[in-house]
């Protein structure tokens, strides 16, 4: 018996040192320049949607500053336009150059959206990067089924179902060019995918939702096609952010939007399908993770009443 418990013990010590290595390796010592594998090829372009505000944005002129060319996603025509002209008064910090800066409109949340149509448009560029940021975030007095089904739907297809459609479209002109040069395609996320907050059901089961598509891609993107052929996908995990939805000062916890999308584009071409790509959080994820349910149930209804209070305060600024 004693040489049981022994051993169970090795395996249980053996395990949390593993932990250790690997969080030291991927935050302190892993190569944060793999991203440049995607930028082969004549030209080559990065897809961000969602990119007018916080982290779609940021991520934006992260990958413009490093040397790619822009696909931009927006639905206020005037607001994208702006981003452009702010991405574009400046040259890329890599190549010196004013890199060139499309885009295409379409409301998310809405039905009807040429998804090929917008493929198409773009087609023959040599498009290496896809990152899926667009989504809707609110949290209210409302409870689940004092929303409206339209309501709810908006939701799905802002949080998921367009970031899947347009993965679709996408897929075939970049099946075609990860036969000559590496191809990601990145899924947005949210620890909201893993966590019982109040408020927020329908959010929390779109980016689980989207973690199962960014998985289940990459497997079967494998299925006939040799690896270093094949797409790769990546889901990243998304603690808070300073940004429209929490305007909230900048923390350890709490990173500012430019500070994450750098963190960020330094996990593209990791070989992981699941990231945390800012050390804050992955810190509170485990101190979630680690600490008894009721208590991590109570934090997160705290959070939720505390965000909800804010959400009542500025509506009442803003009339």
């Given at each position: 018996m004693s040489k049981i418990i022994y051993y169970i013990g090795l395996i249980v010590c053996l395990a949390k040192l593993r932990t250790i290595l690997d969080f030291v390796w991927f935050y302190f010592?892993?190569?944060?320049?793999?991203?440049?594998?995607?930028?082969?090829?004549?030209?080559?372009y990065a897809v961000v949607t969602g990119a007018t505000d916080g982290i779609g944005k940021a991520t934006a002129?992260?990958?413009?500053?490093?040397?790619?060319?822009?696909?931009?996603h927006g639905r206020n025509e005037n607001k994208l336009k702006g981003v452009i002209e702010e991405i574009q008064s400046a040259k890329s910090k890599r190549t010196g150059k004013v890199q060139d800066v499309k885009y295409f409109l379409e409301d998310a949340s809405k039905v009807g959206i040429d998804f090929e149509g917008i493929a198409r448009r773009f087609e023959g560029l040599n498009v290496t990067i896809l990152v899926n940021n667009v989504g809707m975030y609110t949290i209210g007095l409302e409870r689940f089924d004092e929303w409206t089904e339209e309501v709810h739907?908006?939701?799905v297809r802002?949080?998921?179902?367009?970031?899947?459609?347009?993965?679709?479209?996408?897929l075939p002109s970049l099946r075609a060019t990860a036969r000559a040069r590496p191809?990601?395609?990145?899924?947005?996320?949210?620890f909201g995918d893993e966590t019982a907050m109040p408020r927020i059901t329908l959010y929390s089961a779109a980016k689980h939702f989207n973690r199962?598509?960014?998985?289940?891609l990459h497997a079967d993107e494998r299925f006939?096609?040799?690896?270093?052929?094949?797409?790769?996908?990546?889901?990243?995990?998304?603690?808070?952010?300073?940004?429209?939805?929490?305007?909230e000062p900048p923390n350890f916890v709490r990173a500012s939007s430019e500070h994450f999308a750098e963190k960020l584009v330094g996990t593209f071409g990791c070989g992981r399908q699941i990231v945390i790509p800012y050390i804050g959080h992955y810190v509170v994820k485990l101190v979630y993770?680690?600490?008894?349910?009721?208590?991590?149930?109570?934090?997160?209804?705290?959070?939720?009443?505390?965000?909800?209070?804010?959400?009542?305060?500025?509506?009442?600024?803003?009339s």
């Open positions: 010592l892993r190569p944060t320049n793999r991203w440049e594998k995607y930028l082969q090829g004549p030209s080559p002129q992260e990958l413009y500053d490093k040397g790619f060319n822009l696909i931009l739907m908006e939701y802002a949080n998921s179902l367009f970031s899947t459609f347009l993965t679709r479209a996408f191809v990601l395609v990145v899924f947005i996320g949210s199962r598509v960014a998985l289940g006939d096609i040799p690896d270093d052929k094949a797409i790769s996908f990546m889901y990243v995990h998304v603690g808070q952010v300073n940004s429209q939805m929490d305007r993770t680690t600490i008894p349910e009721f208590l991590a149930t109570k934090m997160l209804r705290d959070s939720a009443h505390e965000q909800v209070e804010r959400a009542i305060k500025e509506s009442k600024l803003r």
